[in-house]
């Protein structure tokens, strides 16, 4: 039977998305496979959103080359794409004398690594840059290239982008198996519909090393490591400037502080190992030592301003290295395993790194001149802009003059349009990635059912098919009885 | 740009009083700007009674006495916009707004009055921990699903916290088909009124566990069950008390916040403790010519009192329009007393008081910080006290008012603060 597709691509997350973006610049037939029903439903929408600047990895290790590449790629690439990163910069606070040197092994293997700019401040600059830094802050490595993103916005990006040239996207197919047949082609087995393909990309996370078990007898594991996180109001957004890491100990990189694309304090995370790659539930520790940590590197963290917290799951391997590149014994299993931090900020490297691979092995042509689109429109953003450019934009469709997210100012205009993109929101929390309708510091409270009612209404849904996060997330029971 | 001598922001019970009251003041040229596409605000979704019992001397529903405003400003032709979400409060008062019809519009008030209302505070801000899956609502938001919309959000209830809105909605709930499993209380008191636990959890079975919490979400695309744990006097789940509660629904009444992102852009001063805009005795915001009232002040328990608190607000902000521009910048500088809240007693609203300013009799309100049981509650003019009136039960989910008079302020020139507090004898 011949393959239906040159790719299939398992995973919508930053990195599943990054390599089908890259991989529609060919003439070539490009599935990606996803469990859950929206992209960026995983590991990619529950991180930290820091474009780190590449001073953490080992010289020399994969990780450090991908990440600072993937520093460099993501400012034009959120050009192209139209998502929000901002380059806010980091700083790694030192708190005691005793531990300058460990500053100095950072700036050192930084320098190494290939990143910019970096260099040590001493306290009155540091307090100057962060007047809430801690008391106890003595000096911070500056690394001025690091930044914030939003990860919904990037990942829905190059999800959008693929989509438009022409890359195919199946929601809520768990994968149950993968297996090479006679003819050297790949059967992907879903709970939608089988895929024949030339080539698999493994791009799932924290499965990817169920997916990669499945035809390799060089077993790999992942570990999930849980982080939990606090996200506190806009109204605090603003009480650090720059994203402020504590210096890593053996304890771990520890509690960071930093603002986040969306205008908000994020606090976290905690960092613990688990078994259960589906519990990205909170824990009353994980909030506590988040609470209690935070105030190492900042003071007067107001958290009483927290508006949710969440917990989300490293795809870790006891290597700590990512896993990329063709599979041995497994000829066109391509693995993008592992990817856990900085795999955000890697992902535009990882991306072209993927794609470069698997355009070898199958030998892709590029589409014809012209044909592919390179450049994505992103959500228009109403909340913290000019007051003109929403009387501009209300004079000429009137439903940006119903605002139906009180909190974040998102009217009805957004939400019509984040359903009815290429690859548009199916849930509540579709919506809310996409333009950010209910998540603000209601949480949803005045706006769900408003949201409920324009899913109904545009996509013809009845109102107990309407659901938070995909099927079983169902907002509403039967009237009458069960 | 258009001019108003009065822009209201907000037409739910506090808006609408305060433009009867400033039309009645006579001051006729004003504008109501209501978000929703009705005005009446929460009223609409309390189909319950228990309304109006202060006002009217008899029991509406929510949409009732609301109804009797609506009807009331219609007669009066005061103009309310709805659908307007106002984006911007400037300090010279300039209010930006926008809607289907105008787009993005800004109206230049002689006065504003600030009645926004409240929200409900999330999940989020409590940190329960667990998973986020559908099935969690505010009390309010479930109250809107089933009374507004007709819908279902659960069958099988856990209610945390048991403010007034959590109370009415486990009697709603049970009405509606539905199994409500507990209602939890963090403090050893509930944060309602009396009344509503006798009708809305006594009346059918539902208990109220004091000193209790959520200690677990679980399930991660549907709530599947929550964790009820006993707290200690720290209010610390203490181990092995542990319960699992199955469950579809986890409804929150844990709190209601002033809704005050407005009255901040306009510079207004808020009280760290109301959350709410520190207020003078004409209920005028720290930004001259800008008032506020209801529950964007402090939250209330009876919508009565909303109303009564609207209608001085509506009365002052027609006044403010009315008076000179000289009169205007001698208020800035008369004398002012602090009214301090002392023993028990959280806040007050007002927080200052001119006597020279001040009517014949100004209502102080406030809310107690715990449930005291006998205690007198006492005004002090200085160091001299002027009131003491004893309480057979305060409590934290109750307002109380004290009522303060011109002439005796006036007598005692030279005092420095009004106190009031409780006291044990």
Request: aromatic content about 4%; hydrophobic content about 40%; overall charge negative.
């Amino acid at each position: 039977m011949e393959a239906a597709y040159d790719v299939v691509v398992i995973g919508a997350g930053v990195s599943g998305c990054a390599v089908a973006r890259e991989l529609s610049r060919y003439d070539a037939r490009v599935c990606v496979v996803e469990r859950e029903e929206d992209v960026c439903c995983g590991t990619s929408k529950a991180n930290s959103a820091i474009v780190h600047a590449g001073f953490d990895a080992q010289t020399g290790s994969l990780m450090a080359k991908l990440n600072v590449e993937g520093n460099e790629l993501m400012w034009e690439l959120a050009e192209d794409l139209d998502f929000k990163v901002r380059r806010c910069g980091s700083l790694v606070v030192c708190t005691d004398e005793q531990s300058r040197p460990g500053l100095d092994d950072l700036l050192a293997r930084g320098k190494a690594n290939g990143v910019p700019d970096l260099r040590i401040i001493e306290r009155d600059e540091l307090k100057e840059m962060e007047p809430n830094i801690s008391d106890a802050a003595v000096c911070a490595l500056w690394a001025p290239s690091a930044g914030i993103v939003d990860v919904f916005g990037l990942n829905i990006a190059l999800a959008e982008n693929a989509a438009q040239n022409g890359v195919e996207f199946v929601f809520n197919a768990e994968v149950s198996d993968v297996a090479r047949q006679g003819d050297g082609t790949w059967l992907v087995k879903t709970s939608v519909r089988d895929l024949r393909t030339r080539c698999v990309v493994n791009a799932a996370g924290v499965y990817s090393d169920v997916i990669h078990n499945m035809v390799s007898d060089d077993k790999i594991q992942i570990i999930p490591r849980k982080g939990e996180y606090m996200l506190l109001d806009t109204t605090a957004g603003s009480h650090v400037s720059h994203t402020i890491f504590m210096l890593p100990t053996k304890m771990g990189k520890g509690i960071l502080v930093s603002p986040t694309a969306h205008g908000n304090l994020l606090v976290g995370p905690t960092a613990s190992d688990v078994e259960d790659p589906e519990s990205t539930d909170t824990t009353v520790e994980g909030l506590a030592e988040v609470a209690s940590k935070c105030a190492l590197t900042v003071k007067d963290v107001p958290l009483r301003e927290v508006i949710t917290s969440f917990a989300g799951l490293r795809a870790h391997q006891p290597g700590h290295e990512f896993i990329i590149g063709e599979v041995e014994g497994a000829p066109g299993f391509v693995d993008c395993a592992a990817i856990e931090s900085p795999g955000l900020t890697s992902c535009p490297a990882i991306g072209r790194m993927v794609a470069d691979i698997v355009s070898s092995l199958l030998g892709l042509v590029d589409k014809p001149d012209g044909s592919w689109v390179a450049k994505r429109k992103g959500f228009v953003t109403l909340e913290g802009e000019p007051l003109d450019v929403w009387a501009n934009l209300a004079k000429r469709d009137k439903a940006y003059g119903n605002v139906i997210c009180r909190c974040r100012h998102v009217t009805e205009a957004q939400i019509v349009d984040a359903i009815h993109r290429p690859l548009g929101a199916r849930s509540l929390d579709g919506v809310k990635r996409r333009v950010t309708a209910g998540m603000g510091r209601c949480q949803g409270g005045f706006c769900s059912p408003k949201v409920m009612e324009i899913l109904e209404r545009e996509l013809g849904m009845e109102p107990e098919d309407v659901t938070k996060s995909g099927p079983g997330s169902e907002l509403l029971v039967q009237e009458g009885g069960e | 740009m258009e001019q108003r001598d009065i822009v209201i922001v907000g037409g739910g019970p506090a808006g609408l009083a305060a433009a009867i009251s400033a039309f009645e003041q006579g001051t006729t040229n004003i504008c109501v700007l209501e978000r929703d596409v009705q005005l009446g605000g929460i009223l609409n979704q309390c189909i319950h009674n228990g309304f109006g019992l202060h006002t009217f001397k008899e029991e509406l529903t929510g949409p009732e006495y609301a109804l009797r405003y609506v009807k009331r400003a219609q007669e009066l032709g005061i103009e309310c916009r709805m659908g307007t979400m106002v984006l911007d409060v400037s300090p010279d008062r300039v209010v930006t707004a926008v809607n289907e019809r105008q787009g993005v519009f800004s109206i230049q008030a002689g006065s504003v009055v600030l009645a926004m209302g409240c929200r409900e505070r999330p999940r989020g801000a409590l940190n329960i921990p667990g998973f986020r899956p559908a099935g969690v609502y505010t009390a309010g938001t479930a109250q809107r699903l089933v009374n507004i919309e007709g819908q279902m959000p659960g069958r099988e209830v856990v209610i945390l916290g048991s403010g007034d809105i959590g109370l009415i909605m486990a009697r709603r709930m049970t009405l509606e088909g539905a199994h409500v499993a507990c209602v939890a209380e963090l403090m050893p008191y509930s944060g309602g009124l009396k009344r509503n636990i006798v009708q809305c959890l006594d009346d059918y079975g539902i208990p109220l566990l004091l000193s209790h919490t959520v200690t677990r979400v679980e399930g991660k695309r549907r709530v599947e069950a929550v964790w009820v744990a006993q707290v200690d006097e720290s209010l610390r789940p203490i181990p092995g008390t542990e319960r699992r509660y199955p469950c579809d629904t986890l409804l929150l009444s844990v709190g209601l916040l002033p809704e005050n992102e407005l009255s901040r852009g306009a510079g207004v001063e808020l009280s760290p403790i109301t959350r709410g805009p520190v207020v003078d005795e004409h209920l005028q915001t720290s930004v001259a010519g800008v008032f506020a009232c209801g529950n964007v002040l402090h939250v209330h328990d009876l919508v009565d009192y909303v109303s009564q608190e609207a209608a001085a607000a509506g009365a002052s902000a027609a006044r403010y329009v009315q008076g000179s521009d000289d009169a205007r910048e001698a208020d800035k500088d008369v004398a002012r007393i602090p009214v301090v809240a002392q023993d028990g007693v959280r806040y007050t609203v007002p927080s200052s008081i001119s006597p020279d300013l001040m009517d014949d009799k100004l209502t102080v309100r406030f809310r107690v910080g715990n449930v005291y049981k006998d205690r007198f509650v006492s005004v002090y003019l200085g160091e001299e006290r002027v009131s003491h009136r004893k309480k057979r039960v305060l409590a934290p989910g109750e307002m109380e008012e004290v009522v303060l008079k011109r002439a005796d302020l006036c007598s005692r020139p030279g005092i420095d603060r009004i106190v009031v507090k409780l006291e044990e004898e």
